[in-house]
Structures are given as C-alpha cells and as structure tokens.
C-alpha cells in the first residue's frame, strides 16, 4: 500500500483523476489542508500500519497557496526518507512530489516510481 498525503488545492484534484483512470487500488489518499502541515509522527504512523511507501504531494513552489508549505514539507520528507533509514528500512520510501492540479500524469509516474523502489528494495522481480 502507497500513501499519499495530498494538497486539497493541487494534489487532491490530481490524484482523485489518476484514480478515476484506474490501476491505483494500493493508492490510499489522505487529503490535507496543506502539506507543510504533515507531521512526521503521521508518516512514520503509517508505516507501522503495513504502507510501503508515502508520497507527498503538494502544489509547484511557485505557486503554494500557503506561501512555504510545499518547502517546508520538501525538507521533512528528505529526514524522514533520512530517519527511516535509521530504523531499518531501505531509502526512497519516501517522496514530495510538487505539481498543480492538472498535472494527472506526473501524479501516476510518481506513484510507478515508488512502487518500483519499493519493489528493487525488496528483490522482487
């Protein structure tokens, strides 16, 4: 299972069409207000609930509604992705992903791209 911690502004609406084309049943969405707002507790929360991997996926930098909420959640993944590490398990079972609303298929190749590190990090074929 993949879960992805979505903008309600950008990351949702992408996500929700990504879904509605299929192929997404291990894709678990979690709407939030903003990205910046996800916590680490959450993240590492939902890796001891069975997820392989978490995307979070927030608006372009440019064009953040809450100024700095796709930074500020750019650096927490990249020391979850650090401290996940510390706790056993493979790096890039963690990613921000930062696009607009419209953008659909960069959402789908974010979710391929994860699922393909979880899968190399376990030796599956």
Do not use: K
Request: with cysteine.
């Amino acid at each position: 299972m993949l879960v992805c911690y979505c903008c309600s502004r950008s990351g949702m609406p992408a996500a929700l069409r990504a879904l509605e084309d299929g192929g997404m049943e291990d894709v678990l969405l979690r709407e939030v207000p903003c990205t910046g707002a996800v916590e680490a507790w959450e993240v590492l929360h939902v890796f001891r609930q069975e997820a392989e991997g978490v995307l979070i996926v927030g608006c372009l930098l440019e064009n953040c509604a809450h100024h700095y909420g796709s930074e500020v959640a750019g650096r927490r993944a990249a020391r979850l992705d650090d401290l996940l590490v510390d706790v056993g398990l493979p790096r890039g079972r963690v990613a921000m992903v930062h696009l607009a609303e419209h953008q659909t298929e960069r959402f789908r190749r974010a979710v391929e791209d994860m699922r393909e590190r979880v899968r190399v990090s376990e030796g599956r074929p």
